[in-house]
């Protein structure tokens, strides 16, 4: 596994990685929820059809499966940026670095970590990023997928601060959290690229 990463670069885009940017975020949401539906969603009938399940699974009315859930379909639509800022990256490394660590002897792991992950680097830690602040945001999957339920099991800060600004029509509350999100935002973007080396950004082109 860790020798394909490093070979990548050789494989051809895939118009499917694109797929997710072309569904808004509420489609996607109500996709995912049909396809989660504990009576006649895909998941359940393709799982029971292979014989990993014996009934179907209540996806959405348990607290633990129903985040699960959430989590899987928030990942699905991050997957394009995130997937194309690797595949940039990984096709960037100069073929000679890996015939020349072979030459010395690299094994798959040996490869990965002193040639393949010092050129990617710096686009996982963005992508890490970029997805811990979307996930901050999420809302939109979280609100047709489950509307935060069952009870308070997928009330993510986002749709919490939602809930109380429009719903409970607390505007004052809602404002603080969202400044919250605001400044934890803030301290963790400044906190990871301080924790970048010196230069790493401009490796990003």
Known sequence: MLHILGHASRLPALP??????????????????????????????????????DQYVYWLSKPTLALLAACIAQTWSLLPLSIILIMAALQNIP???????????????????????????????????????????????????TAGGPGTATSVISYFTWTISFTHLNIGQGAALATII?????????GILRALPKGALSDVD
């Open 16 to 53: 499917l990685v694109l797929l997710p940017w072309a569904v808004p975020g509420v489609i996607a949401g109500v996709i995912w929820r049909w396809m989660f539906n504990n009576n006649y969603g895909a998941i359940n009938t393709i799982l029971h059809a292979l014989g990993i399940i």
């Open 95 to 145: 073929e000679e670095q890996y015939e020349a660590a072979r030459l010395d002897g690299a094994n798959s792991l040996q490869l990965y970590r002193y040639v393949t992950f010092p050129h990617i680097r710096t686009s996982v830690v963005i992508v890490a990023l970029y997805n811990s602040l979307m996930g901050l945001t999420a809302y939109d999957i979280v609100y047709t997928l």
């Open 182 to 190: 605001a400044l934890v935002s803030i301290v963790f973007i400044v």
